[in-house]
């Protein structure tokens, strides 16, 4: 999993402030993950799912989805 940046989530989920401790939650896993493909992936996040080049992640119990582009 490459995470090319945090900054625009966070702009972006400052307009919705029961986020923050989500994205703040799911950004450490990312950073700590050693994810190759996305069943490993799904053994943390069972509902992401691939969209094209990017896997989506639901946040705060599918209120709010994340894209995010990985590299294999």
Request: glycine letters at 2%; proline letters at 1%.
């Amino acid at each position: 999993m490459h995470l090319i940046s945090i900054r625009n989530l966070r702009i972006d989920a400052a307009q919705f402030p029961d986020l923050k401790k989500q994205i703040d939650d799911w950004y450490a896993t990312v950073k700590k993950a050693d994810w190759r493909n996305l069943e490993d992936v799904r053994k943390i996040y069972r509902d992401a799912e691939a969209v094209g080049s990017f896997t989506v992640f639901n946040i705060k119990g599918n209120d709010y989805r994340a894209y995010c582009w990985y590299r294999l």
